[in-house]
């Protein structure tokens, strides 16, 4: 059964019994995922009428909540997600209250969003949920943006695997960008060899580093 556990920032996070693993840094989990997926991903993208993001684990929801709260207003948005094993009950995650008044009912309507089908979120955003893993996944979509946010390699190896890296390189546009918070030399070589151009980047709180990759432009 997974625990509902509070990082130093004051918002909740999940520990998964099954992966022996946090969701997020045990120092900030609304921190670490504005910094990692929000600064360092949606908003080096910003400046387009259109974006199209993939997340490899949908999780809380934060990092989609955190999303649709920095997105302009003038920009579309098609945001595809998957989790093969989806929190059963986000009402004891704490997001909410993080948010204006106004905002607060998005974050439980994010949960109950049906599952493997797009959905009309509101006249900027689609939002498609799939309750699948990395391996089985297919899309039509080409994406600007990737968050990848699995376990770490240590827990789940082979979602870190050359294999996995390729099928997102090929579903990406040129110039698109993947950001993780994961530093480990050995992904930032998996990374290179399948073709994208790696940033270092400073890491969020108290991490060193973390990996900003762009999928560079092809003839």
Same mark, same amino acid.
């Given at each position: 059964?997974?625990?509902?556990?509070?990082?130093?920032?004051?918002?909740?996070?999940?520990?998964?019994?099954?992966?022996?693993?946090?969701?997020?840094?045990?120092?900030?989990?609304?921190?670490?995922?504005?910094?990692?997926?929000?600064?360092?991903?949606?908003?080096?993208?910003?400046?387009?009428?259109?974006?199209?993001?993939?997340?490899?684990?949908?999780?809380?929801?934060?990092?989609?909540?955190?999303?649709?709260?920095?997105?302009?207003?003038?920009?579309? !948005?098609y945001y595809e997600t998957i #989790?093969?094993?989806? +929190?059963?009950?986000?009402?004891?995650?704490?997001?909410?209250?993080? @948010?204006?008044?106004?905002?607060?009912?998005?974050?439980?309507?994010?949960h109950l969003l049906d599952w493997?089908?797009?959905?009309?979120?509101?006249?900027?955003?689609?939002?498609?949920?799939?309750?699948?893993?990395?391996?089985?996944?297919?899309?039509?979509?080409?994406?600007?943006?990737?968050?990848?946010?699995?376990?770490?390699?240590?827990?789940?190896?082979?979602?870190?695997?050359?294999?996995?890296?390729?099928? !997102?390189?090929?579903?990406?546009? #040129?110039?698109?960008? +993947?950001?993780?918070?994961?530093?480990?030399?050995?992904?930032?070589? @998996?990374?290179?060899?399948?073709?994208?151009?790696?940033?270092?980047?400073?890491?969020?709180?108290?991490?060193?580093?973390?990996?900003?990759?762009?999928?560079?432009?092809?003839?």
């Amino acid at each position: 059964m997974n625990k509902i556990v509070a990082t130093s920032d004051g918002s909740a996070s999940v520990y998964s019994t099954q992966f022996g693993e946090q969701y997020h840094s045990k120092h900030g989990a609304w921190s670490e995922s504005v910094y990692v997926f929000i600064e360092m991903g949606l908003l080096q993208k910003i400046h387009r009428p259109q974006l199209r993001i993939f997340e490899m684990g949908f999780g809380t929801g934060l990092n989609l909540l955190l999303t649709l709260k920095y997105l302009p207003l003038m920009c579309q !948005l098609y945001y595809e997600t998957i #989790d093969k094993f989806p +929190l059963s009950n986000s009402d004891c995650l704490n997001y909410a209250e993080f @948010l204006t008044s106004q905002d607060r009912p998005l974050f439980e309507k994010l949960h109950l969003l049906d599952w493997n089908q797009e959905v009309v979120l509101n006249e900027q955003t689609i939002v498609k949920k799939v309750k699948t893993d990395i391996y089985d996944h297919r899309t039509s979509q080409i994406f600007d943006v990737v968050y990848f946010d699995a376990f770490s390699p240590r827990t789940q190896p082979e979602c870190w695997s050359r294999a996995i890296f390729d099928k !997102l390189y090929q579903s990406m546009e #040129d110039d698109g960008i +993947l950001v993780t918070y994961c530093a480990k030399g050995s992904i930032k070589r @998996l990374l290179a060899k399948v073709g994208f151009e790696i940033e270092t980047l400073p890491g969020p709180l108290y991490k060193r580093e973390m990996i900003r990759a762009t999928k560079i432009q092809t003839d």
